[in-house]
């Protein structure tokens, strides 16, 4: 999606301040799930802190976007594509706030399975954070650049990590039957699976609400774009 550059540059700052921002976010949000994960392959609380540490970075990022977002609305009264990209900020940062979230919980459910020998293979936990993971960066690539054939093409890769997800469960439980003292451990795997299937949520309402900015089209809940 193109847009001619506004002719009031202090405007065009501020809206491409709001731009860098939501990508910070994004990228530190990415950050948080990647280690969250490295932190369980790797066995590393340490890391794991590190993680739940860096959600209050998140959270200071998203009082900055909203306050910068109601002041645009405020003394801006935009129209348009502009409208609809503020709009679309507003709702994003929610997500990607809730994602870090989930990461955070991924973290604490480390350091809970990082005090037990390690249960076999962590099965498809890998394979789902890698696919969530590149969803969000997608997301938030196409709101960049305006493109709403991707972030509709993305909405489709949810159902991936949705079956990823069912496999996983499938394998814990399998492991919880085969030895009660295997339960611990395995519902924490599940804790993880979940907060990735989550993550992989929000990340398709970011390509929902891309879509919406692109095209002025609610796609959600089954809306055609």
Request: proline share 3%.
């Amino acid at each position: 999606m193109t847009t001619r550059p506004h002719t009031d540059r202090e405007y065009e700052g501020e809206l491409l301040r709001l731009r860098e921002q939501i990508i910070l976010m994004g990228a530190e949000v990415e950050g948080m799930i990647a280690d969250s994960i490295r932190s369980l392959l790797e066995r590393d609380s340490t890391l794991a802190r590190t993680v739940m540490d860096r959600d209050a970075r998140v959270d200071q990022i998203e009082v900055q976007n909203d306050a910068l977002c109601l002041s645009l609305l405020a003394r801006r009264q935009p129209v348009a594509s502009d409208l609809r990209f503020i709009t679309t900020v507003l709702r994003i940062v929610r997500d990607l706030e809730r994602a870090g979230d989930q990461a955070v919980n991924i973290a604490e459910r480390v350091i809970e399975l990082n005090e037990e020998p390690p249960l076999k293979a962590y099965v498809d936990i890998p394979r789902m954070a890698e696919g969530v993971q590149a969803m969000l960066r997608d997301a938030l690539d196409a709101l960049v650049n305006g493109d709403d054939v991707g972030a509709k093409n993305l909405i489709n890769r949810d159902d991936e990590i949705d079956a990823l997800y069912d496999r996983v469960n499938r394998v814990l439980l399998t492991y919880m039957m085969e030895n009660p003292q295997n339960i611990f451990r395995a519902t924490r795997l599940q804790s993880i699976a979940h907060n990735l299937e989550r993550i992989s949520d929000h990340a398709t309402n970011v390509a929902e609400m891309v879509v919406f900015y692109v095209k002025g089209t609610d796609i959600r809940h089954g809306g055609v774009g």
